[in-house]
């Protein structure tokens, strides 16, 4: 599916966007082809666009001070992602985003964001929708951390995104729960 009519699809799910308005909306977003390993942000980065993922698969995260990743997101078509907190509060990135296997994105710079929110009332709909259910996805993962041991939240994990299983490497499933390599073996093998 193109790059157009696969964002177009994400947004009438949510908004109402005329077909001949859409293509203004459209020539806003700027395609970006990454190969697998490639970083999209990178932790200190100005910040000014979010990215709309078209194909492959991304992954935001941190490193700490011991050198430990920490994977935040993980985004697969039609997921968003970027360093919001930077993005908003103007500030360098906290974390970087790269890509797991060759992806396609479409970017959108916070100016042409608030642009067409501006300009389309059903847009400022959509990314308020967008902003909430994010929101919401964080919550739920940070209350499965506080309640739940690894085990719940890796079938949590498998659960609500099976297709991760075979397209993410099992050291990033293991960064992205918590914990090492060989704790997620013995959580699979279980």
Known sequence: MEAKELLQQHIAKIASIKEEDFDYVFSHFKPMPFKKGQAVLSEGDKVDCEYFVISGC???????????????????????????????????????????????????SSEDREKLCREFHQLEHFFRWRTNRGYIA?????????????????????????????????????????????????????
């Open 138 to 190: 964080s919550q739920k993962r940070l209350l499965s951390f506080m309640n739940n041991n690894v085990k719940k939240r890796y079938e949590e994990l498998l659960a609500l995104y099976p297709q991760l299983y075979n397209l993410v490497p099992k050291h990033l499933i293991a960064a992205y729960l918590g914990v090492s390599r060989e704790t997620l073996s013995r959580l699979h093998s279980s």
């Open 58 to 108: 991304l992954k935001a995260f941190f490193i700490n001070d011991e050198i430990k990743m920490y994977i935040l997101q993980f985004a697969m078509p039609t997921w968003w992602t970027s360093d919001y907190a930077a993005l908003y509060n103007q500030t360098p990135a906290t974390i970087s985003v790269d890509c797991i296997t060759d992806a396609e994105v479409l970017c959108l």
